[in-house]
């Protein structure tokens, strides 16, 4: 099977263009002005934490039996970390080296004391569309 010209031209812009389409998808994340975040403990629904680009705070979250430990995440200009807990609570803080997080598809996990902090879309249990 011989390639021609026409052949190779096509063959070098599918993957051209599937290239640029691949880095556009990272850097042109439209996302929301607004965005949240869903904090999870003992697999139950915990808060969930709304920011905005700007903003800049400490969240405690409590965990433990009757919420004696708190986990203090930072949010930071659009990005979230979860700061280092005591060894005794967290022997290898695998969550605070996890680092910062700012898209959807990242997350910070803490194990032992089983905390899953992630992105979410806010969910509006009230209307969602009108017609007119």
Known sequence: MKFTFYDKLFASLIVVSSLVLFFLNFQLSAGPAQRYVAVHVDNE??????????????????????????????????????????????????????????????????????????????QDNGVDGVTF
Request: net charge negative; hydrophobic share 35%.
């Open 45 to 122: 629904f915990v808060m969930e934490i709304s920011f905005a680009e700007n903003t800049d705070r400490l969240v405690n979250i409590p965990f433990g039996k009757d919420g004696e430990y708190t986990a203090v995440l930072e949010i930071d200009d659009g990005r979230v970390r979860m700061l280092p807990m005591g060894e005794e609570l967290c022997p290898r803080g695998i969550c605070s080296h996890t680092g910062w997080i700012s898209n959807g598809y990242q997350s910070i996990v803490c194990v032992p004391n089983r905390i899953l902090v992630t992105f979410s879309e806010r």
